[in-house]
């Protein structure tokens, strides 16, 4: 079976407070959008935010979604002060600094935001991990 994953979709409580978050925070723009749902095309998958009780509804599993598990998303960037600047801009679209920008003891830099929803934002910075024109992220060693 081909390793891929297509959508992640996240369970939100305000929709137009998610949009600003991911809209003024990240500079992304949905690609399809109504009352209760927003969907952003990456680079090679989608990513979802729907309202919970909506994704609670669908999925059968009422009141699972509205909490964060325990995982983190990733965003990578070019550098260091990329890290740091896009912190505070996401900051200043309503999230919530988990961890300020530092230097890990395997090497690169990186920080964390949480959404609105408290869905953790890794920000980070790996020389050896490639992004190339697209955003797609090659692993490196």
Not at 34 to 62: C, H
Not at 80 to 99: C, M, N
């Amino acid at each position: 079976m081909q390793q891929q994953i297509s959508v992640i979709t996240l369970g939100i409580a305000d929709l137009a407070r998610s949009k600003r978050f991911y809209g003024d925070g990240f500079g992304w723009t949905p690609v399809f959008e109504n009352e209760e749902i927003a969907f952003y095309q990456m680079n090679g998958l989608v990513l979802g935010t729907w309202l919970a009780d909506k994704l609670d509804e669908d999925s059968q599993r009422p009141g699972k979604t509205n909490t964060p598990g325990a995982f983190a998303l990733a965003h990578n960037v070019g550098g260091e002060a990329e890290v740091d600047a896009l912190i505070e801009q996401l900051k200043g679209a309503g999230g919530t600094v988990l961890r300020p920008g530092d230097a890990p003891p395997h090497g690169g830099y990186r920080g964390y935001v949480a959404d609105p929803d408290g869905h953790a934002w890794e920000i980070a910075f790996n020389p050896a991990w490639k992004i190339d024109d697209k955003g797609l992220v090659t692993f490196g060693v």
